[in-house]
């Protein structure tokens, strides 16, 4: 399974941006897709979580309100939607992918594919 993470980019804070990940194979629809990311510096860390089947949906506090996780089923793509953004959101943002959904959802070993990351910057 390769993961393919695209939609970074340099953006004002206030301003809005769309993450894609495309799945190299077809998604199981019990499987979990989510994005984590990681400021310089820091620790990798949730940010949002989807079961492909639609049936949950999960976010981080700094993110909830603001990011949406989404998905095309044919497309074997998720989304994720960020609006009113922040410099605190500056960061290079990875997709996941695991088999069967987890309550540990928002921690990343518990993931067993990434993408390669994309990196969002947003400029105070």
Known sequence: VQLQASGGGLVQAGGSLRLSCAASVRIDSNYAMAWFRQAPGK?????????WNG???VYADSVKGRF????????????????????????VYYCAQR???????????????WGQGTLVTVSS
């Open 55 to 57: 049936a949950r949906t």
């Open 68 to 91: 949406t996780i989404s998905r095309d089923y044919a497309k074997n793509t998720v989304y994720l939607q960020m609006n009113t953004l922040k410099p605190e959101d500056t960061a």
């Open 99 to 113: 088999t069967g959904w987890t309550v540990r959802f928002d921690q990343p070993f518990e993931y067993d594919y």
């Open 43 to 51: 620790e990798r860390e949730f940010a949002a979580a989807m079961r």
